[in-house]
């Protein structure tokens, strides 16, 4: 089966750098747009950034010029690097994916890793 997994993040002070990763792995045949959300409890899930096949990237506005995304689709990895963070960037992380699976892609489907939480410390 598909799966998404994320990693990197941890606790980090007011000011510091983080960088995300999500792999994906399985019977995959090709990803389509890419992206990380981020919740914070008892709040709506929000997007944060996403990247399209080409490159083009999108960003909130809260993150713009502080966040980079990008993706490395020869390891199928997504990369988030977050600098200058602040404690409102606290939540955590979601990976999100729209991809096709199986030998001839004829599944498609939207897939989300579990998660990875970044506490930022002020």
């Known amino acids: 089966q598909v799966q998404l997994v994320e990693s990197g993040g941890g606790l980090v002070q007011a000011g510091g750098s983080v960088r995300l990763s999500c792999l994906a792995s399985?019977?995959?045949?090709?990803?389509?747009?890419m992206a990380w959300y981020r919740q914070v409890p008892g709040k709506q899930r929000e997007l944060v950034a996403s990247v399209s096949t080409g490159g083009t990237t999108t960003y909130i506005d809260s993150v713009r010029g502080r966040f980079t995304i990008s993706r490395d689709d020869d390891k199928n990895t997504l990369y988030l690097q977050m600098n200058n963070l602040n404690p409102e960037d606290t939540a955590v992380y979601f990976c999100?994916?729209?991809?096709?699976?199986?030998?001839?892609?004829?599944?498609?489907?939207?897939?989300w890793g579990k998660g990875t939480l970044v506490t930022v410390s002020s």
């Open positions: 999100n994916a729209n991809l096709t699976a199986g030998l001839l892609g004829e599944w498609v489907m939207e897939s």
């Open positions: 399985g019977p995959i045949f090709s990803i389509d747009a």
